[in-house]
């Protein structure tokens, strides 16, 4: 060891370059230490000199000098892990990305952040950038997998900042022992270096915070499940998030896995593999493995394979490489009460969730089931698909139906269930009211409101709750019949009746009803048999299938003159009375709607009344009692607008227009039925709109204007398809 005793102004050369000598520095003064310090130096000849930014000058030093060098040279790493050799769809990722290299640096490390859920190919995607750009990087490239999902294998920071300074050629006994001093020679040792630092798997901010460099010359790439806001709005990280392949490029990756020959001689089994898969590139990759491993396996049996198996059809021999392994470390990685809830979210198979209706699963409050929503998402567990609604991705809810039943009782499934039926039932009920507050319903023995029912201030906002809620609705009706809640199976169709009536969804009627008189039967629930017969009749009606909306009406009469009050009674008179219409039994159509008629006066119902004279009128109108017809439709639309019930009175204004076509009054027989449209339109009726359209086609055909006749009859094929009622007309 050279010593030195020096008095003066000393300067010490600090390199960036690795091809260096390391140099320290001790100066004292009367026995007491005045600067301890370290620095690079390159082995040239003219060691000592350098610019301001790489030069430290300290003045007044008396006393012993000591350097010497340190015995190693700092090695360059690239320790990336190898590339994968598929990739697909993930342009605009890559484009972000690139994007940190051309922005100018702002003395901060630049630092991106790739999240998504497990098996969703945030690892390849950041592996197979960080190859494209490694060249941009001279001084090297860091890769630390901070395992963050496994319970006995996560890496603290200790122990990542350790493995780093060994890469960076730091001898195991210069290594400090405190981690705040690890991490202050890991950011010494990065200033002024370009590297590239891939941290991978990260769980927490806390596991990334220490290796951040600290230095604008570097850049940060971190993958993880989480979104970690923290490294956002602290170290202004920018977040860029995965979700799984669209079904094309899901496609496009089986292909480039397995081969373009196979895929393209069982094209559609192809396509429901992917789809089984939900389109994870985990999922497709394991599943293009299989494919490449079994070469007389045919994609169709491997397809029937999924669909029996689930997940056990895309176990791995690597114990934490399988679709379950990844989504258990996820879930083990949840806070008790937000595993608990995801639990909860498999049992309805429902589209989405609403954050009420989840609050009425989980039994907790709305604010509360918020948070624990938003940890699911951040987890990437749970996908916020629209403000305020939550779904699972396809294979995810396969986990978390397996995790209720694994870690969740019968009885505490059970209760989440009735709670979450006993709140659609009840925000349906508060919403038909708005849609039709001049029905009159059956009482029935509702059970008891759970959590926040919503209010509708309007018409429009209450369909509207019904459009987002529709398959919700259909799926807790199918669920109430899957678990034998008869009460429920029974009560939620009975309270659909008005939505139905609205948006006329015929498939959804038909079923709903069909599990809807089962429980009633099952239950000896008479009164409620006898309102879904009553009702589906409407839907076999608007099918055209007369003799079932016949047969449906005929057994509902006999029931409500046993057990039902009278207006019930003209109700399935009137509704019978169309139908005998519709089959040509005029007089019996006749008898039947002016019975109803009566009573419905009789009974001051004018609602009923006015039902059975529109009816009516239809009837006369085929056998050319034209005025007869008029006369009634005008007292029905007097009755309407009197009760402010706009979509009735479009349709008494387009039955107006159809009575006045059939009497040759063409030109005000198309003022009504246009002025009918404009209601259809405003009060959503697409049902309405679509026979006005029919209508209107009919007209133009008699005065030989074919064009539009045509232009009206598509409109009307159009709405009818997107109903679901069948039809002979030619869009």
Not at 62 to 81: R, W
Not at 269 to 284: K, M, Q, V, W
Not at 562 to 582: I, K, M, N, S, T
Request: net charge negative; glycine share 6%.
């Amino acid at each position: 060891m050279t010593i030195f005793r020096v008095s003066g102004t000393l300067l010490f050369h600090r390199a960036s370059n690795p091809r260096s000598t390391t140099l320290s520095a001790h100066a004292t003064r009367g026995g007491r230490s005045l600067l301890c310090w370290e620095a690079e130096v390159s082995n040239e000849p003219q060691g000592f000199s350098g610019t301001a930014k790489n030069v430290v000058q300290a003045t007044s030093i008396s006393g012993g000098v000591h350097f010497h060098h340190n015995g190693f040279d700092a090695p360059v790493p690239h320790q990336l892990p190898t590339s994968i050799k598929h990739f697909t769809n993930r342009e605009t990722i890559l484009a972000g990305l690139n994007s940190l290299l051309d922005e100018p640096a702002d003395g901060s490390t630049p630092t991106s952040l790739v999240v998504g859920s497990g098996g969703v190919g945030k690892t390849s995607l950041a592996t197979y950038w960080a190859h494209r750009v490694r060249e941009r990087f001279p001084d090297g490239d860091l890769y630390v997998d901070l395992h963050g999902y496994h319970d006995t294998r996560r890496v603290p920071p200790d122990d990542s900042l350790e493995s780093i300074l060994c890469a960076l050629g730091v001898p195991g006994d210069r290594v400090p022992t405190d981690t705040d001093a690890k991490a202050a020679m890991y950011r010494s040792l990065l200033h002024g270096r370009r590297m590239l630092i891939l941290l991978d798997n990260a769980a927490t901010a806390e596991q990334v915070r220490p290796l951040l460099p600290d230095s604008p010359t570097c850049l940060v790439l971190v993958t993880s499940r989480n979104r970690l806001p923290s490294l956002l709005t602290r170290e202004g990280a920018i977040q860029m998030a995965l979700d799984v392949l669209p079904p094309e490029h899901a496609a496009e990756l089986l292909r480039s896995t397995v081969g373009a020959d196979r895929i393209d001689a069982e094209p559609e089994a192809a396509s429901e593999l992917a789809r089984r898969c939900g389109y994870l590139p985990l999922a497709l990759r394991i599943a293009g493995e299989r494919l490449v491993s079994s070469p007389h396996l045919r994609i169709s049996e491997l397809v029937a394979e999924v669909a029996e198996e689930r997940l056990d059809a895309f176990s791995t021999e690597d114990e934490f490489g399988s679709i379950r392994a990844v989504f258990a470390s996820s879930y083990r990685a949840l806070p008790p009460e937000a595993a608990t809830l995801f639990r909860l979210l498999s049992l309805p198979e429902s589209p989405d969730i609403s954050v009420p209706a989840a609050a009425a699963l989980a039994g907790l409050t709305s604010t509360r089931t918020r948070r624990l929503l938003e940890t699911l998402v951040g987890a990437h567990l749970l996908d916020e698909h629209q403000p305020r609604r939550f779904r699972f991705h396809d294979l995810i809810s396969t986990f978390a139906a397996e995790c209720a039943e694994a870690d969740a009782t019968a009885d505490e499934r059970d209760a989440a269930v009735r709670r979450l039926l006993s709140w659609y039932l009840h925000a349906m009920i508060s919403a038909s009211w708005k849609v039709a507050p001049e029905f009159t319903r059956i009482e029935l023995d509702h059970p008891e409101p759970i959590g926040d029912v919503p209010e509708f201030t309007d018409r429009a906002t209450a369909l509207h709750w019904y459009d987002d809620e529709r398959q919700n609705l259909l799926a807790a009706i199918r669920l109430a019949s899957a678990r034998d809640e008869r009460v429920f199976a029974v009560q939620l169709p009975v309270e659909l009746f008005a939505f139905l009536l609205t948006r006329r969804r015929v498939t959804d009627w038909l079923e709903t009803h069909r599990i809807g008189l089962t429980a009633a039967r099952a239950r000896g629930d008479h009164l409620a048999e006898a309102w879904l017969l009553t009702s589906v009749a409407i839907a076999h009606r608007t099918c055209g299938d007369y003799e079932s909306s016949l047969s449906d009406l005929e057994r509902a009469v006999q029931l409500w003159q046993r057990f039902g009050p009278e207006w019930a009674q003209a109700w399935a008179l009137r509704d019978l009375g169309a139908v005998y219409h519709q089959l040509g039994r005029h007089t019996e159509a006749d008898e039947a709607l002016e019975t109803a008629q009566a009573m419905h006066v009789a009974l001051g119902d004018e609602w009923g009344e006015a039902t059975a004279l529109s009816a009516l009128a239809l009837t006369e109108c085929h056998i050319d009692q034209f005025d007869e017809a008029l006369m009634h439709l005008e007292r029905a639309i007097e009755i309407r607008r009197s009760q402010g019930d706009r979509r009735n009175e479009g349709t008494c204004l387009s039955h107006i227009g159809m009575v006045l076509g059939e009497m040759g009054r063409t030109d005000e027989a198309v003022e009504r039925i246009e002025q009918a449209l404009e209601i259809h339109h405003e009060v959503e009726f697409a049902y309405g709109a679509a026979l006005s359209h029919e209508r209107l086609a009919d007209l133009f055909d008699r005065n030989g204007q074919a064009d539009r006749a045509r232009e009206h009859r598509r409109i009307a094929a159009e709405l009818y398809d997107d109903l679901g009622v069948p039809h002979s007309l030619s869009a």
